[in-house]
């Protein structure tokens, strides 16, 4: 299930670019509209730890409202990714009806954080899950 993690090596297009990975679109999508400079300098980058050090350097370009679209920005990322990989949604489809749960005790928000994260990648996993399965609901 290692390519359900959004920094797998499974490539997103979004507008006619590629992107090496969806956590290359979903950091880039905090600069789009305003500072595409940025967004490209994230896309190009070679190593995962380089987005999040980029990300959190120009933390201050960020979209002013991206505390709020933020859930809804991965559930975006995650569901092209999926789209684009028959064999990933195949995998993910096949998930159903379980819950999804990133253990990752260092991580409270996206994982688990030992059992009292939030959980939000299982979450937004399991609701591009869904669209996947009802497509009408989008």
Known sequence: ???????????????????????????ARKFLDHRPDLAEQIRRCERVEEITAISAQQEMFARRDWGNVALRMMDDVLYLKFRQHR???????NTFPADLVYVESGDPFWGDGAGAGMNELGKSLMRVREWLRNPCGL
């Open 1 to 27: 299930f290692a390519g359900f993690l959004y920094h797998s090596p499974h490539t997103v297009v979004y507008e006619d670019d590629l992107y090496p990975t969806a956590l290359h679109l979903f950091e």
């Open 87 to 93: 064999d990933l949604r195949t995998l993910l489809l």
